[in-house]
């Protein structure tokens, strides 16, 4: 009996033995700890002002931390850290000029737009020209827009500021309460601003004119087609996604299908979020698009984070979108670790920093950073001080 005991034990250590030359298998024990974010919850967009990073996070369990602004910036050379700021409010959405960083504050289901030169010393004051429920916030080649929601029919306006004077640009009913017209950006190629709407895209070179529906762009009545983002890439590439994740290019000609994000063989369907971002490594250049499970109740598994695709100065994508780690051009080290870290969050918002750090704002866990760790370009949870010691 004791020499089947001993049998059966020497079967299993052999089997345990055999498990841990699997790579797999080092590469689960090699993992990084996912670790407590430092901004948790559902944080706001990223914005670059003055050579710094800020978000803000306003749904906090942490009372210190609750509806505060956090400021990216290098310390000492080569050194980045972040900071805490209270901006003595809730802040649901940020936007910043090359002097001023605006904010949308909410309290009560109101957003009220401010503005500061000064943000290091809680330099927020209303814009009193700027009246109404402030939804949405812009800026694009040094100039402001914002979208209010009216209260009497739900429709929207959107306008542009010039420090003095409210231009309205598009009224969100427009004679037809079926015209959507929720603003999910602005972008300025050199010589035209494109202005996405949910709706549908316009365009004018002359702010004090009106902006016209941009040619063959029906408006967008139906959810899975509607606008949810737009980026500015270079001369010959601005691109817009839909909430189907269809990527397009946009010209005041009309609008080009460049890819989708789902491929033609994907078994599982994907949602684009509106997450846009360009990443490089200095040489060559990738889109990434933030994507979501299109099942509701899917909350686990490899469904969410973001994919990637790389284009070049003709405005032309090369490929297809494809998961991080998968291509040689990539922003990660292992597809392995992407799937088991950060691709199992929905991202709302993606920006790349100056030392080449890629920051997500995730739906609901917070902040979470790309950056070389002991294992390579890895992602885990931002950290206040993120210097190896």
Not at 2 to 21: E, G, V
Not at 160 to 189: P, Q, R
Not at 231 to 259: D, F
Not at 306 to 333: K, M, Q, R
Request: aromatic letters at 12%.
């Amino acid at each position: 009996m004791k020499r089947h005991i001993f049998n059966i034990n020497l079967l299993m250590f052999i089997f345990i033995l055999s498990a841990c030359s699997d790579p797999i298998f080092f590469h689960i024990q090699g993992e990084t700890e996912i670790k407590p974010p430092f901004i948790a919850g559902s944080p706001t967009n990223f914005i670059k002002f003055n050579s710094s990073i800020y978000v803000a996070g306003g749904y906090e369990d942490n009372k210190d931390l609750k509806n505060r602004l956090f400021r990216y910036f290098e310390v000492t050379t080569g050194k980045w850290e972040w900071k805490v700021i209270d901006p003595k409010g809730l802040i649901i959405s940020l936007a910043a000029t090359n002097s001023t960083l605006y904010a949308i504050f909410e309290k009560d289901g109101i957003g009220v737009l401010k503005q500061t030169s000064d943000p290091e010393n809680n330099d927020f004051f209303p814009i009193q020209k700027i009246t109404g429920n402030v939804q949405a916030v812009y800026t694009s080649n040094d100039k402001l827009f914002y979208c209010i929601r009216n209260s009497d029919d739900g429709t929207y306006e959107i306008f542009h500021f010039d420090g003095s004077t409210n231009t309205k640009l598009i009224l969100g009913k427009t004679g037809d309460k079926d015209t959507k017209a929720f603003l999910v950006g602005v972008v300025h190629d050199g010589s035209d601003y494109y202005i996405c709407t949910n709706g549908g895209i316009y365009t004018t070179d002359d702010l004090t004119t009106t902006p016209v529906l941009i040619q063959g762009t029906s408006l967008r009545t139906d959810y899975s087609t509607y606008f949810i983002g737009i980026i500015y890439l270079n001369p010959s590439l601005t691109a817009a996604i839909t909430r189907n994740g269809e990527l397009l290019n946009v010209k005041t000609t009309g609008l080009t299908s460049l890819k989708n994000i789902n491929s033609a063989n994907d078994t599982k369907r994907f949602l684009a979020t509106g997450a846009l971002a360009e990443w490089t490594d200095g040489t060559s250049n990738l889109l990434l698009a933030g994507r979501k499970d299109s099942t509701p109740s899917t909350n686990t598994g490899f469904s969410f984070g973001y994919v990637e695709i790389e284009y070049d100065s003709a405005g032309d994508v090369v490929g297809s979108f494809s998961s991080p780690g998968a291509s040689s051009l990539t922003t990660v080290s292992s597809t392995e670790s992407f799937s088991s870290t950060i691709g199992v969050n929905p991202i709302n918002h993606l920006i790349q920093a100056q030392d080449g750090t890629i920051f997500a704002s995730t739906q609901s866990k917070g902040v979470w950073d790309c950056r070389l760790r002991s294992n390579g370009w890895e992602w885990n949870s931002a950290l206040q001080d993120p210097n190896p010691k």
